[in-house]
């Protein structure tokens, strides 16, 4: 059973860079049909996909984010990586990190962590 599991700091001050990370337990992060992804969900609206990083080391962005989102991963440490940077209020979410497996959607989510942007 994967499991995953996100950390980071739950308050960032406007301008700075959100980070956060996601480990990853019970399943390899190695295979060729699995994305590791971030998703977030800003208090009382929908989900919004951030972006993945693929099997083969490229990432992918939502556009509206791109210029500002970095994800990264270290296999060895079984972990994922999300960077925003610039970040503003608007930026304030329940952030999740998930799997996208390419035969199965997306199979397997951590709980979720809040990230508030706030003076």
């Known amino acids: 059973q994967v499991q995953l599991q996100e950390s980071g700091p739950g308050l960032v001050k406007p301008s700075q860079t959100l980070s956060l990370t996601c480990a990853v337990s019970?399943?390899?992060?190695?295979?060729?049909?699995?994305?590791w992804t971030w998703i977030r969900q800003p208090p009382g609206k929908g989900l919004e996909w951030i972006g993945y990083i693929a099997p083969s080391g490229n990432t992918y962005y939502s556009p509206s984010l791109k210029s500002r989102t970095s994800i990264s991963r270290d296999t060895s440490k079984y972990q994922f990586n999300l960077h925003l940077s610039s970040v503003t209020p608007e930026d304030t979410a329940v952030y999740y990190c998930?799997?996208?497996?390419?035969?199965?959607?997306?199979?397997?989510w951590g709980k979720g962590t809040l990230v508030t942007v706030t003076l």
């Open positions: 998930a799997r996208f497996n390419s035969h199965y959607g997306l199979d397997y």
């Open positions: 019970g399943g390899s992060m190695t295979t060729n049909y699995d994305y």
